[in-house]
């Protein structure tokens, strides 16, 4: 006997270890585990979603009596007490409790009851609720952590009271299956050796899950941690692209505001509209027809102040790729730029062209000028342009926060003169992406077409 409770004893870590990882598999089942302020219908649910492997277990060892390794109920109750608070635990006991007073082992009831209750109490009594999930089977470094703890502090560790507790409660459990034979099962041996692996290896199939969902816990939060810094990041780079395009617009207001004040109130009227959409549209992802249609608007601008004969705009626009989806503002600062740097030293003005193209799954989107073009040291910098190009620069940024290696810009020297910028954009499948959606998870989460 002793041999085959020896083996079931290696066989329950198996099984504790498997039936953890697989329901840490669920994202509702993360969702409902990680969420420390559950509702109550969500600590149901949390209960239920745990006790049906761990029940379908229970069944599995009354109907096969040789199987003994796949009865974790114990183990079960304190892991819902302890993960889910008094409510799941009582409910989760009783739910485990079910395969086996369906074969007569009426004690199974109230004494899954009280484990999963009382874990749940000592859950409400920890300070800190990370220390649930840094529980170790090796119960040898808590109990030296908390000799340390005692000397400059005395105090009562709760790791240690949940190591307590559960021997405590394991020795019930075995006492009571000795007082009513068959009405509560239990692994039970006479020989001190073989009982010492039997408490040893209760708390090893609770530490396992422990250690198991906690891994994904930690992994979970350090992809949060990654999408709020990557949403810093564009919010932070969006908020310079902004104030860059408003600081030149405004330049160009103040320098006709005295000779030509009804030219300077109409480009005031044109940047009103400009800012009314920034600040009504606030999405990260627009279609490229609702980006060339605020370039019009900040090119009206712009003519105005060079003159209609000295700036002209031509654009070549495939139509199919108007729906395509674009990071808002993408555009302006490379407009910007060829106007500012490209045309703005040449004194008889230029042209600037704007093509788009759909290639594969990918949008091909030109910025061209025929201007003076650009030196070779600041085509070597293609992330800080020389100082000069902050606005490009910032498009560059945004573009690798974005979509990471799969956009890039390309900025060169055209033979004939000015300057060629293209980005080089993948497309969203289908709609999975709508323009309102987040601009890391929208670029992280989504897949490309």
């Not at 025929?370 to 293609?382: K, W, Y």
Request: hydrophobic fraction near 50%; charge should be neutral; glycine fraction near 8%.
């Amino acid at each position: 006997m002793d041999k085959l409770i020896l083996i079931s004893l290696l066989i329950k870590l198996g099984v504790a270890a498997a039936v953890g990882s697989a329901l840490v598999r669920s994202r509702e089942f993360q969702r409902l585990l990680f969420h420390e302020d559950r509702t109550f219908s969500q600590t149901i649910y949390l209960a239920i979603f745990m006790s049906v492997p761990f029940a379908l277990g229970v069944l599995v060892r009354a109907s096969t009596p040789n199987f003994l390794a796949a009865d974790l109920s114990f183990e079960a109750a304190v892991l819902m007490g302890v993960v889910g608070g008094p409510l799941a635990g009582a409910l989760g006991g009783l739910l485990l409790a079910i395969p086996a007073v369906m074969h007569a082992e009426w004690l199974s009831l109230p004494f899954n009851i009280l484990v999963g209750l009382t874990m749940g109490l000592l859950r409400t009594g920890a300070t800190d609720r990370d220390l649930i999930w840094s529980f170790s089977p090796f119960v040898d470094l808590n109990i030296y952590r908390w000799i340390r703890k005692l000397f400059p502090r005395p105090r009562l560790d709760w790791q240690i009271t949940l190591f307590l507790v559960i021997i405590a409660l394991r020795l019930l459990g075995i006492e009571l299956a000795r007082w009513r034979p068959g009405f509560l099962f239990t692994l039970d041996s006479r020989n001190l050796w073989v009982q010492v692996a039997n408490f040893a290896s209760t708390i090893f199939c609770i530490g396992i899950p422990l250690k198991i969902w906690n891994n994904t816990r930690i992994e979970l939060k350090l992809e949060e941690q990654e999408r709020l810094l990557l949403q810093a990041r564009m919010e932070a780079l969006q908020s310079q692209i902004n104030p860059h395009f408003l600081f030149n617009t405004l330049n160009s207001v103040s320098s006709l505001v005295r000779f030509d004040p009804d030219t300077a109130r109409e480009l005031i009227v044109k940047l009103a509209n400009i800012l009314r959409r920034l600040l009504r549209k606030a999405d990260a992802f627009v279609q490229l027809r609702e980006e060339i249609e605020f370039i019009d608007d900040y090119l009206d601008i712009e003519v105005v102040r060079f003159g209609h004969d000295k700036l002209q705009v031509i654009k070549q626009l495939d139509p199919a790729s108007l729906d395509a989806l674009v990071p808002s503002m993408v555009l302006q600062p490379l407009v910007e730029n060829s106007i500012k740097h490209g045309l703005g030293p040449k004194i008889e003005g230029g042209s600037i062209v704007i093509r788009s193209a759909l290639h594969g799954g990918t949008l091909v989107i030109q910025v061209q000028d025929d201007g003076v073009g650009m030196s070779d040291g600041f085509l070597e910098r293609p992330t800080g342009f020389g100082g000069t190009g902050i606005g490009m620069a910032n498009v560059s940024e945004r573009l690798r926060v974005l979509y990471g290696d799969s956009a890039k810009m390309v900025v060169n020297n055209n033979p004939s003169g000015g300057t060629l910028v293209e980005l080089i954009i993948p497309i969203f499948a289908g709609e999975e992406v709508s323009p309102a959606a987040n601009p890391v998870q929208a670029a992280r989460s989504s897949t490309l077409r």
